[in-house]
Every structure is written in C-alpha cells, then in structure tokens.
C-alpha cells in the first residue's frame, strides 16, 4: 500500500525563513548540515537552528552531524545583521547527492530552496498551494517559480497548482520578495510518478 | 454547523503537535451556559472550570522551548496532540477524543475547543512584534471578551441573524508576556467555540466574493452603533510628500514601481494631500458563504467604538494591488454616522483615558488604542493576576459594563 507523501512547508518572513525537512521519519535523527554565509559578513545569522520535537540545534558555520528526536525536522533561520546564508542537509541519507535540500536565503537577492536531488534524471509529482498572508498584514509579495537542473520550469500562481518535472534537481525560487512585515508560505508534497 | 471531531477540519492541512500542561494555569471564568449546550455532559457545574483547565491549559513546544518573548514557562510532563489549521498563528484545537487517548480527562465527551494565545508552531519563532508573539495578553482576552458580548447584543437589537462566535473561556496562564520596553503583562487563553474558516487562495477574500457586500452589510449596521471592525491595522494612507507619493498600509510603507502609485491613486481617487481609506476588517466562519444571512464573525480585537466617521471605507481584496477593493465614499448614500438613539456611549467605550477609576497602565500606554474597554480589561486581568478580584467579580464587572452600555436602548 502507497503511503501519501508529507506535506512540507517553507515559509519567507521577514528577515528570514522556516523549512520543512521531514514531516515523518525519525524517531532519531543524525544527518550531515553544512551551514555557510554570504561573504562579507562578520556575523552569522542571529538564528540558525534545525529544530526535532525533541530538541533544538543551533548551526555551527562549516560541516557538522545533526542529532534529535521525534517525527518531524525543520530549518529555522532569522538572519538579522547577517545578509545572507546557505544551508545543506540530508535527513533522510540520500545516496545520489550528498545534499538534497539546499537553502539559499539573501536579504538582497532572490532566494532558493532546492528540495530533491538524484542522480539520474526522476520524473516526479508535485503539488504546490502558495499562500499570501490576511488582511491584517500588509500585502508581502515574491515571484516564485519552480526550477528544474537550475532552469526555470514554470511560475507559481497564488494558490494551489500541480506540476509533472522530470530533471535531477528540483527547486524554489523566490524573486523579488517583500516580506512587508507578513509572510508567504509555500506548501508542497512531492511524490515520484 | 460548527466542527465536533477533528476530521470536519481539512485533514491534510491541520499540523498536529505535541503541547505541555501549563501547571500554573487557572480559569478566569467561563460561559456555562454556553458549554452545557455545546457539551451537554457537562450537566455539574463544579466540574466545569476543572474541566476546562484539564483539557485546554497546554502551551505549544515552540513557546516553551524559549524565553525571549515571555517569563519562562512553567511545564509539567503532561502532555497532549493539538491541531493547527492554516494560518492559525497563535490559536489551536484541541480534540477532546484526542486529549483522552493522550491520558488527558476521563470523560467520554467528544467535541473541539479553539484555544488561542497557545503558542507559536515548532518552526516559527516568536518575536517581540505585534502578532509574532504566538501569546495573547489576559487583558486582550478579556477585550475580546467584552467586544463578542457586545456585538451579539447588537446583533439581537437590530433582528439581524448575524453572530460572533462565541468564547467558552477565558484562563489566566500564570506567566508573562515581555514586550519590547521591557514590560511584563500577563499572558491568558480565550477558549472559543471550534469553526471552519474560509479558505482564500490569496490570503483574502477577492473581489467578486459575496463576502464583500455582506461584510459591507455588517460594518455598516455596526457604525450606527459607532462600532467599527477598523482599527490601525487596516488603515490605508496615500500621501504627497516632497513631491513623492508615500503609501504605508497599517504602519508599513510600502514600495511600488511608478505605474502601480498611479494606478493606486486611481482606485483610490486620490488627487493631493494625505488621504486614508478604512479597510474592512470583520473575519467570518466559512459557513458565511453559504449561509450570509446568518453569518457568524469571529477575532474581536480590532473592533473599537467612534465618536464618528470621516473617512471612506474599502472592503480588502487578494486580487487587487494593495487589496483595495469596492471602496464607498464618504458622500455615497451608504455612508453612515453612528444613531444618537443606539451609539454606545463614548464614555465608556471612547479613549478617555479612565474608566470605573481604573487607568491605563505605563505598560499599556506605550501601546496603539487605548480605549476604555481596554483600560477596564487590562485592570480586570491584572486584579485577577494578582487575586485582588476572583473570577466572578470580573464576569459581574463585564456584566456592568455591558449592561452600562446598552442601558439607553428601547
């Protein structure tokens, strides 16, 4: 019996951003992070942490293993004086990359999140729903396209959409983003075909 | 209908998560009245307010694991699954089934509770901002309180089917919220009666949504009572400054590329000057669409009471640049002022800076709206806080007002 695939979240504010790296798995944890900067900066982010239900990592800059417990892991990152950061890991240990989800988060720059990785190319089912913060906010705005192998595959409209890529890399990317103190939110489920 | 099992939600889209008993926790009061309806087993009245505690004074894991934006809370090993639906920042459902297979309650009842003020989701991080905090002041929930008691009774006054959905509860956690001026205020729950929420493919509502003339309809009968569902954060200003055009939503300036100023200042029939456009903010249940005649509304902390109105009212639309949607003007036909006969009266709803001779608070000074329900809230939490005033007295004292309020209606 097929089991439906999780549904996974990533979440632009302002200043920073929030993934899903698994939403089932575990219940222990230990996967490889590796955790870098924009250069130029003297600081890192304010806020990077891999968070399990059972404990929280702060990330240290440079390789390292991460360990927790419970079903879920997310990628935290607020970056505050930092500009700019990129985040790798492989919770699940994925043999054909080293890292499946890579995450490049820019205060000045577009922003990507790759979200699968094989070595051969993978046609793969993808639903995608992009939602827009409520009234109360102010209106936070991005373009956000999907990428395949680093080429832009389709746009993403507001709401929900579903896609068919075949490629090796899969991945977000949003341009343009006003966080305008709101938040847009991507949520995806990702399936091979 | 309002949902009884977790299931009436979108499964898929509900984020189960693991909340920790909050061990400081007591009931300010509740509506046993209204419990008793919804949950028909709870017949005992001295069972209730244990009740309640048992099974919605929880604190999520991402609140708990941090002290950054609150005193650091208390937690014992109880623990629970709770719900989030989308775009539930701060609020989550609690399954009484659920709570029973995770040993929380012995009883065999099955139903819902919407506790909000329960804390951020495990990925979020709380902020010393406004709505990033994941907590609810006891005060606010008390605001909240008093404003869903005073809609309803106008609701009732003027015959109309419409309804706010109404709180089971309000508990004091036991620990504080800090805000950036390095004040403390107590931190509380509202337990609302669960519902299903709209779904919007852009976060609100579009422009051709029947829910823009109903939410029209409503604010617009509230006005003749000088209530309004517009607070600051829905306050649009477009202005000439230096031979720019600034346009800021809430506090918020906001960039546009020339083209969209222009046609902003379109929709906006703006010509010179500083103009404000009052953007509509009443929320409603998902049952709305289907059913507009008795629609029910839901989140009171941006109603506040006017003196009068003096500026044009838009309804917030997705698919519109900065959601400016129908607007109606100060001259149209529809624009009312509030009816001498029925507005609520200023000195008790206004900003008169004193109510009862309770007083604003440093604290709550350096907040935005200051209005005498505020005030009264703020005091009423605090007293509570600090056993000055039990539970009933601050349900007697919101009865006062209430009553206070509506005094001059035949």
Redesign the interface.
């Known amino acids: 019996m097929s089991s439906t695939p999780p549904q996974l979240t990533i979440q632009l504010f302002q200043g920073g951003f929030s993934q899903d790296l698994a939403q089932s798995g575990g219940p222990n944890w230990s996967f490889p992070v590796f955790y870098e900067i924009e250069a130029g900066n003297n600081e890192p982010a304010q806020i990077a942490n891999i968070i399990t239900p059972g404990k929280t990592t702060p990330l240290q800059l440079g390789s390292q293993t991460v360990t927790g417990s419970g079903s879920s892991v997310s990628l935290v990152v607020d970056l505050g004086p930092c500009t700019g950061v990129k985040i790798g890991s492989n919770p699940f240990g994925e043999p054909d990359c080293d890292y499946p989800f890579i995450s490049i988060f820019s205060a000045t720059d577009s922003d990507t999140f790759q979200i699968a990785c094989t070595s051969e190319t993978t046609n793969w089912n993808l639903d995608v729903t992009l939602e827009f913060t409520g009234p109360e906010m102010p209106p936070a705005f991005a373009d956000v396209s999907l990428l395949v192998d680093g080429a832009t595959y389709k746009s993403i409209p507001a709401g929900q959409s579903s896609y068919n890529p075949s490629g090796t890399t899969l991945s977000f990317e949003f341009d343009n983003f006003k966080a305008n103190n709101g938040a847009i939110k991507l949520l995806y489920t990702l399936s091979l075909t | 209908m309002r949902p009884k099992e977790i299931e009436d939600f979108e499964p ?2 509900l984020e189960p998560e ?1 909340v920790y008993r909050l061990p400081t926790a007591r009931l300010v009061f509740a509506n046993r009245d209204l419990l008793q309806h919804d949950f028909p087993s709870l017949q005992d009245d001295s069972l209730i307010d244990e009740w309640l505690i048992t099974n919605a004074a929880f604190i999520s ?1 991402g609140q708990r ?1 941090q002290s950054v934006v609150n005193t650091p809370i208390a937690t014992s090993d109880e623990q629970t699954m709770a719900f989030r639906p ?2 539930y920042g701060r609020a989550l459902i609690f399954s009484l089934a659920v709570n029973r297979r995770c040993g929380i309650g012995t009883d065999t009842m099955t139903g819902l509770l919407d506790v909000k003020g329960a804390g951020v989701a ?4 709380p902020k010393l ?1 406004p ?1 990033a905090n994941g907590l609810m002041m006891l005060g606010e929930a008390i605001r909240e309180v008093i404003i869903e008691k005073m809609l309803n009774r106008i609701f009732q006054h003027s015959a109309t089917g419409y309804r706010a959905v109404p709180s089971y509860a309000v508990i004091d956690t036991g620990f504080d919220i800090k805000r950036a001026d390095g004040t403390r205020i107590p931190a509380g729950l509202l337990v609302r009666r669960a519902h299903l929420r709209p779904s ?5 509502k579009e422009s051709s949504s029947p829910l823009v003339d109903l939410e029209f309809a409503i604010e617009l009968l509230l006005r003749r009572y000088g209530v309004t569902s517009i607070g600051v ?2 306050i649009i200003e477009i202005a000439d400054c230096d031979s720019e055009t600034t346009i800021k ?2 506090f ?1 300036p ?2 546009f590329k020339a083209d969209e100023v222009e046609r902003i200042k379109a929709a906006a029939n703006f010509t010179a000057g500083r103009k404000l456009l009052e ?1 509509v ?1 009443i ?1 409603f249940t998902k049952a709305a669409e289907s059913n507009p005649d008795r629609a029910q509304i839901i989140d009171f902390g ?1 109603f506040f009471v006017k003196e009068n109105f003096e500026n044009p009212i838009v309804s ?1 639309v ?1 698919d519109r640049l ?2 400016l949607g129908e607007m109606i003007s100060t001259s149209d036909s529809r624009f009312v002022q509030p009816d001498e006969k029925i507005r609520l009266p200023q000195a008790l709803w206004g900003e008169t800076g004193q109510i009862w001779g309770y007083e604003a608070s440093e604290a709550e000074l350096s907040a935005f709206v200051m209005d005498n329900p505020k005030i009264l809230a703020f005091n009423l939490a605090r007293d509570f806080r600090e056993q000055k005033l039990s539970g009933a007295d601050v349900c007697s004292k919101i009865e006062l007002f209430l009553n206070a309020s509506t005094a001059h209606w035949i």
């Open positions: 898929t889209r693991t894991a694991n989308p775009h495990l990925r979020t991080i901002a709505h919007f493919r852009l976060g609100t954060a829905t939503y809430g918020t906001l960039q953007g903010n929320q941006g917030l997705g900065l959601r």
